[in-house]
């Protein structure tokens, strides 16, 4: 009688932290390129800046990048790695007054016993892509309850870590960048087994809204 070989999902510390920063790599609509990303139709940056920036971004969260020339060299193993990254805060400000008009709070929980002890866990790609396709799909249609942001913006990121961790010199100390009695929406979370992200959407009330 033939034997059948049961094929475990099994994630590693490497795999997860590549999840998770290829997660937050995703300007006006024409810098903007249609590509599928998640089983989704999604809109990515062309601005060689933004993709620098974002590039950057997620080479330091996951780590295994090196770039040549100006461009940031990045150790072997980073934040999200060694478990010292806590949380990821997208900022969206008024270009003209700096004041933040949207917050997004991406929370990370990891597996110690997997940073210390290089053990994995089991959990499909499949599930982890359901999970991040729900929360896209919600950031989509944030649309629906976000004020309008009828002004140019810039944002900025913020990062928190373990006080112990090497900061590269390119980026800097940071006030939160809080909004005051914000409006706050949580979505959903992923999980890879080893990285929880959890999402909350924090924005400015208009203030023709009754109190």
Not at 75 to 81: A, G, I, Q, R, S
Not at 115 to 123: D, M, N, Q
């Amino acid at each position: 009688m033939a034997s059948r070989t049961v094929a475990k999902d099994i994630i590693t510390l490497r795999g997860s932290a590549a999840i998770v920063s290829e997660f937050f790599g995703v300007y006006p609509e024409e810098s903007f390129a249609k590509v599928k990303k998640y089983g989704l139709p999604m809109l990515l940056t062309q601005d060689e800046g933004v993709k620098s920036f974002i590039s950057n971004l997620t080479a330091q969260l996951s780590g295994h990048f090196s770039h040549s020339g100006n461009e940031l060299i990045v150790l072997e193993k980073e934040w999200l790695e060694a478990g010292k990254l806590q949380r990821v805060v997208l900022v969206i400000m008024s270009k003209a007054t700096n004041e933040v008009l949207e917050r997004w709070n991406f929370s990370i929980e990891t597996d110690s016993e997997v940073v210390e002890k290089g053990v994995s866990r089991e959990k499909s790609d499949k599930e982890i892509m359901r999970e991040i396709q729900a929360i896209m799909r919600q950031i989509a249609s944030s649309i629906t309850y976000l004020p309008c942001l009828d002004e140019p913006c810039v944002f900025d990121v913020l990062a928190y870590t373990d006080k112990d961790v090497a900061v590269p010199f390119t980026w800097i100390e940071s006030d939160p960048k809080l909004i005051a009695n914000p409006q706050m929406v949580k979505l959903h979370s992923f999980d890879t087994k080893i990285h929880k992200v959890d999402t909350l959407v924090s924005y400015k009330n208009d203030e023709w809204e009754e109190q």
